[in-house]
């Protein structure tokens, strides 16, 4: 590696991290003839991914334009800048485990819509939105609609576990109560 001070091509390692959630190692390193210490970052470099724009066009993958995208749906709710980036990293990594390099812009945008679904509703709509170019009133109706059923296939398949946990905490019944004045001995 080479010395960003006197450009000697000799240095060695003081301390490797771990960085990105495992994706990088940071190491500090120290140059063995001007004694100045650096950073370096080692990645995994992937194969690019094209991204395949709706009009045919297509164009390298853009981590950064995708997050910008999310988190401005995301703007004034209670979704952490943090948990975004690592949403961003769980898509790009699902989309480099993909058999080829080229991946549609339609795809992209549902992966991030299955998310959004869970996170906010209300960045799910404004997601949808711009990505799906809502042209008026009805497409936000039409989305609203399927959220709501979405949100009420959930509650009805949770129901059961729900039932259970009200029927554990019910009084006991009659038989089962001490009487008043009895004490419980261990």
């Known amino acids: 590696m080479r010395c960003p001070y006197c450009q000697?091509?000799?240095?060695?390692v003081l301390e490797s991290r771990s960085t990105e959630a495992g994706q990088s190692v940071r190491r500090r390193r120290e140059c063995l003839?001007?004694?100045?210490?650096?950073?370096t970052y080692e990645r995994i470099e992937f194969v690019p991914l094209?991204?395949?724009?709706r009009d045919g066009r297509r164009e390298?993958?853009?981590?950064?334009?995708?997050?910008?995208?999310?988190i401005r749906a995301c703007e004034k709710t209670e979704i952490s800048q943090r948990r975004l980036e690592v949403f961003v990293d769980e898509i790009e990594?699902?989309?480099?485990?993909q058999s080829g390099r080229e991946v549609t812009s339609n795809e992209i945008g549902e992966l991030v819509l299955q998310y959004l679904r869970e996170e906010s509703e209300v960045a799910y709509i404004r997601f949808a939105s711009v990505y799906r170019k809502f042209q008026g009133i009805r497409d936000f109706v039409?989305?609203?609609?399927?959220l709501k059923s979405h949100a009420e296939l959930i509650e009805i398949s949770s129901s059961p576990l729900t039932a259970a946990v009200e029927v554990d905490e019910q009084e006991p019944s009659a038989s089962m109560r001490l009487?008043?004045?009895?004490?419980?001995k261990v």
């Open 8 to 12: 000697h091509t000799d240095s060695r």
């Open 33 to 39: 003839q001007c004694k100045h210490r650096f950073t």
């Open 50 to 53: 094209t991204v395949i724009k």
């Open 60 to 70: 390298s993958f853009d981590r950064s334009k995708l997050l910008r995208g999310i």
């Open 93 to 97: 990594a699902e989309l480099h485990q």
């Open 142 to 146: 039409e989305t609203l609609d399927h």
């Open 179 to 184: 009487p008043e004045n009895s004490e419980l």
